[in-house]
């Protein structure tokens, strides 16, 4: 099933809400780019915006108190008083031991410590070990620690790469009166970069930057931002790379001038779980992994080894891994040297990254590129697992699933490609769009296990709400063989005898199940006496074999024909293509108003959209209904395939 909401006209009305099936999505925040001047004319085609959100608690504000309450507040802050001068009276008659006097000072101290470590009681994931291992303690030998790295006030700084800051009237009483969760979006527009509170009616920007080149990408920290600190990354066109705090205005700068490199920055991403270590990826199909407490090294990314081993290198089965000589022993006189950036160099492909994507468990690196392929690394040792080819073009963006079992790419070829990394394999392309897709993005808020909510925004000015049922993890395809194909599949050499290929080519159309998002609501069913025949809602492009049940609840396929009628599709294929039930599950096609969109975000309580020009729209979720029914048909379709197996094997 799926509805149009509007169709792209020039003289249309703007959409102040769209449907989708859970409910209507409206518009609560427009924002639109501010007049620039003329020398960013043009430059919204060639670094399109980007959106990075956050949600902040915020601590409760204490409610105003009367001249009554105050006096009870103050006498009741002099009883503590009281009563320690009795304690310490107490103490001088009867000291402590000096054991549990020093045990009580340690239990006291490592409570202060666990109230005044904002990340000792977050829920972040562990850093991966391996590259992205927390540092080891300093030993205890009387040396002191490396001293962080100097940071810069953005707002007196006398750097020409800074131009401008502006910033609304009024922020640190707005910041200093808020209270519980609030979400902040930013995005970039041309050399600017904005800072934005969503749902609190705002018509400009918190604050927006304006620098001598053009951001990118960005990223934030969300393992050290809170209500006191937000650690923000954006990446430039001229392979510079800085650090920036909104609240306390500070910055750095890393790969200053393109020390390092000068290859564009086009994905930049903090290593999850890390304070200080992130990963860019720069535009010569390289990934740089930085920390930003080290200063910028003199190590040549471009050197003769890197050179010599590009030339018989295979960019589909293999990734070139060079890290900086350590810091040698300091000469006589000499204070200890410091190991610098980066942390280690990354060759992964020929042509432009676009964009890449930890897996939530932390256990994967997806990686999107112009030479349409997506790779799977593993980023703490440093090695590539798996490359998959697209069906036409580049790739674009890519996105993981809550529990990492799957992930979504778009690319060129106008497709949404849903991959089964577990597997290794396609599992199904996702036909919705009229032009290139630029941005994919899972809700995590619509993903229960089964069900896979992710949307995807096209060139076509095209939102595409998608939902995917995913096939039971463990579940292995029956298939079934003629005498003819069972010679011909002896005949060939065996799996041990050929070699082990990391390069996944891209299969056919025929064989992989393609989703359209114009199909009926429910499959159309004709049958008499003699025969029985069933319309699909989606396009099945291989041979299958039809077998009915009548009042049988153990059915392979659910094609949302109401019960007590169930219809049973076995798929009997040499290629085996994955089992779509999609015939129930709507996909939802919005056609938005205004410049060709660029990227879209889902947070707790809104859908953000944003456009080239970086014009961005925020759509509040509808509220949740009194009766989910989502849990429920998750079960029944469980134990329709538990009931089914049995019968599958037999067959």
Known sequence: MASTNAHAH????????LTAPEGIYHLTDDVKPPVLHSQIVNSPNLYPSRLTTITVSFPARQATQGLAALLRRDRTDKQPEVEQQQQQQQ??????????????ESVSDEEHESDSD????????????????PPAPAPLNGKKKPAARTTHNIRSTSSSFVTRIHTTEGLTKHLASKSGDVTFAFYNGAKSFFWYELGAGM?????????????????????????????????????????????SSRYVRINKGGCMTTSPITCVRWVPGHRSMF???HA??????????????NFGIASTDTADADAGWNALEDMIVVRPPPPGPPAKGEKEKQAKNPVSHWRICRRAITDFSFSPDMRYLATTSEDGCLRIIDPSAEKLLDTYSSYFGSLTSCAWTPDSRHLATGGQDDLVSLFSLREQRLLARCQGHSSFVVAVA?????????????GSVGEDKHLVLWDFVAPPAGRQRTQTLRSGEKDALAAQPQAQDKPTSRYHPAPPRALIPVIYPSMPQFATVGFNAMSLSVSLPFAMPF???????????????????PSPLFIRLDFHSTAQPPTVRNADRPAQIVALQGDILSSLAFVPHFLLTVTRPGWVKSWQRPPERAVDMTAEKNALFARKEEAAAPEAIRA
């Open 543 to 561: 041979p299958i074999s039809l077998s009915t049940r009548f009042n049988d609840a153990s059915n392979a396929v659910s094609t949302g024909i």
């Open 442 to 454: 899972v809700d995590p808020a619509r993903c229960d296990g089964r069900t896979i909510r992710f």
């Open 203 to 247: 018509k400009e920007p918190l604050a927006r930057v304006t620098f001598a080149a053009f951001p990118t990408c960005h990223d934030i920290n969300r393992h050290t931002s809170g209500s006191d600190a937000l650690d923000l990354l954006i990446g430039f066109n001229t392979g510079d790379i800085m650090w920036y705090d909104p609240l």
């Open 10 to 17: 020039a003289h249309a009305p703007e959409e102040t809400s």
């Open 118 to 133: 904002p990340a000792a009681s977050s829920d972040a994931p562990p850093p991966t070990p391996g590259l992205f291992a």
């Open 279 to 281: 990963l860019a990826a």
């Open 284 to 297: 010569d199909g390289t990934i740089n992994v930085y920390d930003k407490e080290r200063e910028d090294g």
């Open 91 to 104: 103490q001088q008659h009867h000291p402590l031991p000096a054991g549990e006097r020093e045990a009580d």
